[in-house]
């Protein structure tokens, strides 16, 4: 299994902005981070850096996690793997547990099979996971269940998955949805399959809202509500999620024009549900 940059970077930016507003008390150092985050959001990423760079040689844990993140991407500056993992070391030797989480998903992407640097990713994200960071229980939870560095378990598996899906997780509760579907290591429940993805999809997550709207079409788990799905299939497609598109056509194809009007008013309205502080972290 090849766990790549692409995971990584699904969660850096949330992440920037949490910290400053769940892990930092009011300061002035706390606005200079954030000034650093806004200038990333309108893709000043020079500016960016250099506002990080102070902080971080200033010992600002935040501020080494952002600024890792930049050399890790390779934005504003030339992609660097080894300063970024540096930089997240050094971040994460002051306590900051995201920082944690990604040097150990930079291990298992450049383990390549060497026993070491898998066990030293397990060993990082149990002592995040222990510690309360419910991305890292998930993490874990993954290797479990496909055997990457671990001897698989899927029961093993199932119990990390469902504490982070516990928390609110989206990725986390996406995938249970997907376990209870398929029935791997559980009895197959497309009611318990239902609730999760529907979990999911009110926090946001485009793969849960597209598998939520196909079961409401198709009353599978769940009480059909054609309305509804087409609402469901409507934010999936927002956020580019392959067929969704077209299973909102045919949905609406099979609507009257008010029902589309009320699914549509539905999406233009949709706000992700927050998850617990845990899982924003």
């Not at 600002?60 to 300063?83: H, I, M, P, W």
């Amino acid at each position: 299994m090849h766990i790549g940059t692409a995971w990584r970077r699904l969660f850096r930016i949330v992440l920037c902005g949490l910290l400053l507003a769940t892990g930092m008390a009011p300061s002035v150092m706390a606005e200079t981070v954030g000034e650093g985050l806004d200038a990333y959001r309108v893709g000043d990423f020079e500016r960016a850096r250099q506002i990080w760079q102070e902080l971080a040689d200033d010992g600002d844990a935040a501020a080494q996690f952002n600024l890792g993140t930049l050399y890790d991407s390779g934005e504003g500056v030339e992609q660097d793997s080894a300063r970024a993992a540096e930089l997240w070391a050094a971040a994460a030797d002051q306590g900051l547990l995201v920082a944690t989480h990604n040097l150990a998903l930079m291990e298992l992407e450049q383990a390549a099979g060497d026993p070491a640097r898998l066990e030293a990713a397990r060993a990082r994200l149990e002592q995040a996971a222990v510690s309360g960071l419910p991305r890292a229980t998930y993490t874990l939870g993954k290797m479990y269940l496909l055997g990457v560095g671990v001897p698989q378990d899927v029961d093993r598996a199932l119990e990390l998955l469902r504490q982070a899906a516990e928390t609110g997780l989206p990725r986390a509760e996406y995938n249970m949805g997907k376990i209870y579907r398929d029935g791997q290591g559980v009895e197959a429940d497309p009611v318990a399959a239902a609730d999760w993805f529907g979990r999911a999809a009110l926090h946001g997550h485009p793969g849960a809202q597209d598998h939520y709207a196909r079961r409401l079409a198709a009353g599978e788990g769940i009480a059909a509500d054609p309305v509804a799905a087409l609402g469901f299939a409507l934010l999936a497609a927002r956020q580019d999620y392959p067929d969704a598109l077209a299973m909102a056509e045919d949905l609406k194809q099979k609507l009257g024009i008010m029902q589309v009007v009320a699914a549509v008013r539905f999406a233009d309205s949709f706000v992700p549900a927050r998850p617990s502080a845990a899982a924003s972290q």
